[in-house]
């Protein structure tokens, strides 16, 4: 996730001039053709799934002049046709791992959450202490990497989703962000 992708011989990104509103667009990197996805407010984040015919991305839609909370989107390659992933909670972060399940966190009041998405049924995965903040989150075969700030500690740490506990992968005063695989 993040800024830009790159899927075959498309790059996609977010595009933000001081004239319009951010976007996601995608161009091809052999023509230099490049195409206009959605209008996007908020952080933008989007990956695109294995296949690379479908992308996810977090938008805030402004409803009744109030930019709404982020939620999940999808964009279709085939039809161009853009829906709004119904799904629970208020998305801070989420990947899509290479079974093209859609792992997110979720904020619930003092607390967030980990929830799995597999296109048919909505699982939660785990639920934080109070206070306790998953930052971001990485999933490669089932194997869950996340960037948690422990209130006790006062730091943010890796830790490894293993067996229903996690593993603390770092422990220092050092701050570790944007795990990638």
Request: aromatic share 12%; glycine share 6%.
């Given at each position: 996730?993040?800024?830009?992708?790159?899927?075959?011989?498309?790059?996609?990104?977010?595009?933000?001039?001081?004239?319009?509103?951010?976007?996601?667009?995608?161009?091809?990197?052999?023509?230099?053709?490049?195409?206009?996805?959605?209008?996007?407010?908020?952080?933008?984040?989007?990956?695109?799934?294995?296949?690379?015919?479908?992308l996810?991305?977090?938008?805030?839609?402004?409803?009744?002049?109030?930019?709404?909370?982020?939620?999940?989107?999808?964009y279709?390659?085939?039809?161009?046709?853009?829906?709004?992933?119904?799904?629970?909670?208020?998305?801070?972060?989420?990947?899509?791992?290479?079974?093209?399940?859609?792992?997110?966190?979720?904020?619930?009041?003092?607390?967030?959450?980990?929830?799995?998405?597999?296109?048919?049924?909505?699982?939660?995965?785990?639920?934080?202490?109070?206070?306790?903040?998953?930052?971001?989150?990485?999933?490669?075969?089932?194997?869950?990497?996340?960037?948690?700030?422990?209130?006790?500690?006062?730091?943010?740490?890796?830790?490894?989703?293993?067996?229903?506990?996690?593993?603390?992968?770092?422990?220092?005063?050092?701050t570790?962000?944007?795990?990638?695989?």
């Amino acid at each position: 996730h993040g800024n830009t992708e790159v899927h075959g011989e498309w790059l996609t990104y977010v595009k933000r001039d001081l004239s319009s509103p951010r976007a996601i667009v995608r161009k091809s990197l052999k023509t230099g053709i490049e195409e206009h996805i959605a209008d996007c407010w908020g952080q933008c984040n989007h990956q695109w799934n294995h296949k690379g015919d479908v992308l996810y991305f977090m938008h805030s839609p402004a409803k009744d002049g109030f930019q709404q909370y982020e939620t999940l989107y999808t964009y279709h390659s085939e039809t161009k046709k853009i829906e709004h992933l119904n799904v629970h909670g208020r998305i801070r972060r989420f990947c899509v791992d290479e079974n093209d399940d859609l792992y997110r966190i979720v904020q619930d009041g003092d607390n967030t959450e980990i929830w799995k998405f597999n296109g048919a049924s909505d699982e939660l995965i785990y639920r934080s202490e109070p206070f306790e903040q998953i930052e971001d989150i990485v999933v490669k075969s089932g194997n869950i990497i996340s960037v948690i700030f422990n209130p006790k500690k006062q730091q943010a740490d890796l830790y490894q989703y293993q067996n229903g506990e996690w593993i603390a992968i770092t422990d220092s005063k050092s701050t570790e962000l944007a795990p990638f695989w």
